[in-house]
Structures are given as structure tokens and as C-alpha cells.
């Protein structure tokens, strides 16, 4: 999978890292996706969906433990994302930490997408992965 490496001009570094775990794929973020990290933020993420929708594990984990803030672009990508995996039989879960700025902005409108929202990538990663092709209603 790929890394992108962290920014060196962002006050706080970003990071996206892609990796294969437990039958899932695993996107993990560090650092705010905010106006300056957002396109490599969503080009991760879709690089992820790819991958998922082309014979890799159906579902992907977005890994948000080490992200400090999400701008409402970044949480229209994560959304949008889980549609796209769910109507073709895949599963987006999002691990995040159990307070903080970005756990409250999924809160508010996870449950209206159909999001679940996991304490840890362990939690996110608990539990049987979706059957390939298989969808869910």
C-alpha cells in the first residue's frame, strides 16, 4: 500500500497511510484534514474505495485516532465514501477516539448515514467482514 509523506509546510503534519489488516483495509490519518490536506485526504480515501471495489477486502477502516480536526469536506468525503462502498456490497467503518472534534462531528450525523463510529481501529476492525458482492440493505 502507500504513504503519503507528512507535509513539512503545515504547522501540524499530515500523514495517510494505506495498509492491509485483519481482511480490511486500513486508512490511517494523522494530523487536520482541513483546506491545505484535503485533496490528499480524498485521494487516499478513493485509492481505498479502489481498491476495495477491485478485489481487495471489502471493507475499509478510516482511522482517525490521530486526526485533530475535519473540515465539513472531509466528513462529505468519509460519507460519500461509505454510499459508494455499501451499494456495491462493501462496508466503511470509522475508528475514532472517544472525545474530542472530530468524534463529535461524526456523532452528530453518523447515525443519518448509516456510519458507524468505533472507539479504536481494533473495535472498527472487530467483527465479520462483509461476503464479496453481498449488499447491504
Known amino acids: 500500500m502507500r504513504t503519503l509523506a507528512p507535509d513539512s ?4 503534519p499530515f500523514s495517510a497511510t494505506l495498509r492491509e489488516r485483519r481482511g480490511s483495509i486500513v ?11 484535503f485533496g490528499r485526504f480524498q485521494k487516499t480515501l478513493a485509492e481505498a474505495l479502489e481498491c476495495a471495489r477491485n478485489g481487495g477486502p471489502p471493507r475499509v477502516v478510516v482511522d482517525l485516532t490521530g486526526c485533530e480536526a475535519m473540515n ?5 468525503a468519509v460519507l460519500e465514501s461509505a454510499r459508494r462502498l455499501r451499494d456495491s456490497g462493501g462496508e466503511l467503518r470509522v475508528a475514532d477516539a472517544v472525545e474530542g472534534p472530530v468524534r ?6 453518523s447515525e443519518d448515514h448509516g456510519l458507524r463510529v468505533y472507539p479504536d481501529a481494533s473495535a472498527a476492525l472487530s ?11
Open 72 to 76: 465539513s469536506r472531509g466528513l462529505w
Open 27 to 37: 486508512l490511517r490519518v494523522s494530523g487536520p484534514v482541513d483546506l491545505t490536506t
Open 9 to 12: 509546510r503545515a504547522e501540524t
Open 104 to 109: 463529535d462531528l461524526f456523532e452528530a450525523t
Open 127 to 137: 467483527g465479520p467482514v462483509p461476503a464479496r458482492g453481498s449488499r447491504s440493505s
